[in-house]
């Protein structure tokens, strides 16, 4: 199988922003007199709805949608100040547009949300199209967000490339049927990626890589 296009996942990434939620999951929970662990919050990685967790795993009393609002204020201020690329995420991207290849975003987040880090991060005007969770049916681990990035990109999802760091995202990629390779999040190297096509420890060796994986 040829590629003829890419479509990344963004959160682990090409941006380090894990980090970041955890840090607005921990603002709010300070409030309560609680704190959410990093071991925690790997179990989360690539959860669509993880406010029910929180709500259930802290036993607050709020509901889930007051949980997710206030998250999601925390996390957007905090774009603007700590957010930073992935290393090598710029140099990537570069070459596959030098390459000729179409790019998009298939993400797990809210569509403010990634468009928002996008343009913080300055990665967007390299992504002709940008689909997150909630211009589709089904979030990850179903196949809707690469689907769908791939046709705004006038392709099948089975002719293009994906990169993905959690297993949940790597079991929505497999199941768009494209050719997935991983380059796990730091806290998630010891998951199982039984799948892949191919795994990298970072952005940077994919890039060395990329001529076999795209031919």
């Keep these: 199988m ?4 890419v479509l990344f996942d963004l959160d682990g990434v090409l941006i380090r922003s894990e980090e970041l939620a955890l840090q607005a999951w921990n603002e709010f929970l300070a ?3 609680n704190a959410l662990s990093e071991e925690q919050y790997t179990r989360m990685i690539g959860e669509a ?3 029910s967790f929180i709500l259930t795993f802290f ?3 709020m509901t889930s949608a007051d949980i997710k609002q206030d998250h999601r204020k925390r996390v957007m201020r905090l774009l603007e100040t700590d957010l930073e690329p992935m290393p090598g995420a ?3 991207v570069e070459e596959l547009k030098a390459r000729g290849f179409p790019l998009a975003i298939a993400s797990n987040s809210l569509q ?3 468009e928002k880090a996008l343009e913080v991060s300055g990665l967007r005007p390299y992504f002709q199209a940008v689909v997150a969770r909630d211009l589709v049916d089904h979030p990850k681990p179903a196949p809707d967000v690469y689907q769908h990035a791939a046709r705004l990109i006038g392709l099948d999802s089975a002719d293009c490339l994906s990169i993905e760091d959690s297993p949940i995202g790597m079991q929505a990629a497999l199941a768009a049927k494209t050719r997935c390779v991983v380059v796990p ?3 998630l190297r010891e998951r199982d990626f039984t799948g892949a096509y191919a795994r990298y420890e970072t952005l940077p060796d ?3 890589d990329l001529g076999s994986l795209l031919s």
Excluded: M, P, R
């Design 31 to 33: 409030e309560s007199g």
């Design 90 to 92: 710029f140099e990537i």
């Design 112 to 114: 403010k949300y990634v």
């Design 49 to 51: 709805d993880t406010s």
């Design 59 to 61: 036993n607050l009393d």
């Design 185 to 187: 999040h730091e806290s």
């Design 2 to 5: 040829s590629v003829s296009g």
């Design 206 to 208: 994919l890039q060395a």
